[in-house]
């Protein structure tokens, strides 16, 4: 916050866009957001900051995001623009009916649709064969020998972990690690496996024929798709500041 204040300083641009993590607002005065505030209006710029949820902006997917837009041009407030109609999910974005055909654990995808999908241990293929499908959850299983041991008889906590989105809810976030069904409630809402890397892609907004510069693997991007801006909502933002010099 501190290196990007500099240049907002030495450009004294119209318009300024942070977007961040909403920890960023709880620690403001740690993070230098609050000094960087401070200055902004100072500078007569009118300054929004708030924390968004990106599934009002045309994202199938839930995620609370910090994001400040500064403008000294109108002096107008300025807020990303928000998505008329009906709430995206999953349903709406993925499944057969969507281009997704159905691929099992471990399936390669070596065209640029990178329907790609990391493989599974015999007990996770197991653990998800007896996860009911469309939001099931570990409790399936968890006072069985199935369930990993500090998840053993544990009804309560972490119940996210090895469970399956919703067909008619958005996704859960798409965190880095999307890949990976121990790491929150990434797996299909009915296949047995994780979503690929084009479905955590298009759960992100990012348009289907979008080409992923990379040869890396899964880990390596599925990090670059889980901590890219939705670019549905960087569109909410790049219209109100359009907007408003309309």
Not at 4 to 13: K, L, S, W
Not at 130 to 150: H, M, P, V, W
Not at 218 to 235: H, S
């Amino acid at each position: 916050m501190k290196e990007f204040r500099r240049f907002v300083e030495y450009f004294n641009p119209g318009y300024v866009v942070v977007e961040n993590v909403p920890g960023i607002l709880r620690r403001k005065d740690e993070s230098g957001l609050g000094e960087f505030i401070d200055e902004l209006e100072a500078n007569n710029y009118k300054v929004h900051f708030e924390i968004h949820e990106v599934s009002d902006y045309g994202v199938p997917q839930h995620r609370r995001r910090f994001t400040l837009i500064a403008n000294r041009v109108s002096y107008v407030e300025l807020e990303p623009v928000k998505e008329e109609g009906k709430t995206l999910t999953v349903r709406d974005v993925l499944g057969n009916a969507n281009g997704f055909p159905k691929v099992e654990a471990g399936h390669r995808d070596k065209t640029e649709f990178m329907h790609t999908v990391s493989g599974l241990k015999e007990i996770n293929l197991k653990r998800l064969e007896q996860t009911e499908k469309d939001g099931g959850t570990r409790l399936s299983y968890f006072n069985s020998d199935l369930a990993i041991d500090c998840h053993k008889h544990d009804n309560m906590n972490f119940k996210d972990s090895y469970g399956r989105m919703w067909w008619d809810r958005p996704s859960p976030t798409i965190t880095t690690k999307f890949f990976s069904i121990s790491n929150g409630r990434f797996a299909h809402p009915e296949e047995n496996r994780a979503i690929s890397l084009r479905e955590g892609a298009t759960l992100q907004s990012f348009p289907k024929d979008y080409v992923f510069k990379t040869t890396s693997s899964i880990t390596k991007t599925a990090r670059m798709i889980g901590n890219a801006v939705p670019p549905k909502y960087a569109e909410a933002i790049g219209k109100a500041i359009i907007n408003s010099q309309a």
